[in-house]
């Protein structure tokens, strides 16, 4: 199994397919598993990586912080031989992707930023992290909130299979996820931003709501906000059809 070295975590991740690189980075309710819908797809015409957050999934580290999630990209493109790739990054893997492409440009051709402002914090933004740190105190990182409310009734399987695959996680340490607001995204650092950037937000996100995400995308320089109807927190896991269209005309758009 492929592992990524950093100076104080092991990072998990796989290749599958062939073709122009696709990254997946998953939230905090998921690891690897949780691209189940997208990795077949997209592994037809691209090559597509998938992997474990620091101390989600199979990957381990020594201390967890936000700020590494970037370092940990870059970590895991050079262990996998790739130079430059799209990232499509759902919730707390936005941290990861926007992070990573104001960093270093040269290496994301094209990001997805799905349910998430990528570490973007205007006000409705920090007032929505606030409500997801109660959640997460309260209930850990569960299905219900991450998915439209009438989800669970519509497709059930489902909505347990979601549950089932974040316990699949070790648990991270108390606080942990607090460190993705000391991980902001700075206006100054984004206005440079130059990487083609689609934001997708779910009609129902009951975590960040359209009106936060809506906020976040206009300080994003060029950046295009889609909604997606009738989808809540994870229009990957609840609508992958759609979802994998809308993320391929995309990359398309961008290529062509």
């Known amino acids: 199994m492929p592992h990524a070295k950093r100076p104080d975590a092991e990072l998990y991740f796989e290749v599958n397919g062939d073709g122009p690189p696709l990254v997946f980075a998953h939230g905090a309710g998921g ?6 819908q997208q990795v077949p797809h997209f592994a037809r015409t691209r090559r597509v990586v998938t992997f474990d957050h620091r101390g989600f999934g199979r990957s381990k580290c020594a201390a967890f912080h936000a700020r590494e999630f970037a370092g940990d990209l870059r970590a ?8 430059r790739a799209a990232l499509v990054c759902q919730s707390m893997g936005g941290w990861t992707g926007l992070r990573a492409a104001l960093e270093c440009p040269n290496r994301v051709s094209a990001l997805v930023l799905s349910g998430t402002p990528g570490g973007v914090l205007p006000p409705k933004v920090l007032s929505a992290f606030a409500r997801i740190g109660r959640l997460a105190a309260a209930d ?19 909505a347990h299979l979601y549950d089932q695959i974040s316990t699949l996680n070790p648990g991270l340490p108390a606080g942990a996820l ?8 700075t206006p100054e650092e984004l ?12 009609e129902h996100d009951q975590l960040f709501p359209p009106d936060a995400l809506k906020e976040a995308a ?24 759609r ?5 391929e005309e995309f990359l398309e758009e961008v290529r062509a």
């Open 31 to 36: 690891n690897t598993l949780i691209w189940f």
């Open 76 to 83: 895991i493109l050079d262990a996998a031989g790739i130079e």
């Open 140 to 158: 850990g990182i569960r299905g219900g909130p991450a998915l439209a409310p009438d989800f669970p009734a519509r497709q059930p399987a489902l």
């Open 178 to 185: 607090a460190t993705l607001g000391e991980a902001r995204v």
């Open 191 to 202: 206005a440079g931003h130059s990487v083609p950037t689609l934001m997708i937000s779910g």
């Open 218 to 241: 206009a300080l994003i320089p060029g950046c295009r906000l889609v909604s997606f109807p009738g989808a809540g927190h994870s229009p990957y896991f609840e609508d992958a059809p």
């Open 243 to 247: 979802f994998n269209r809308l993320v």
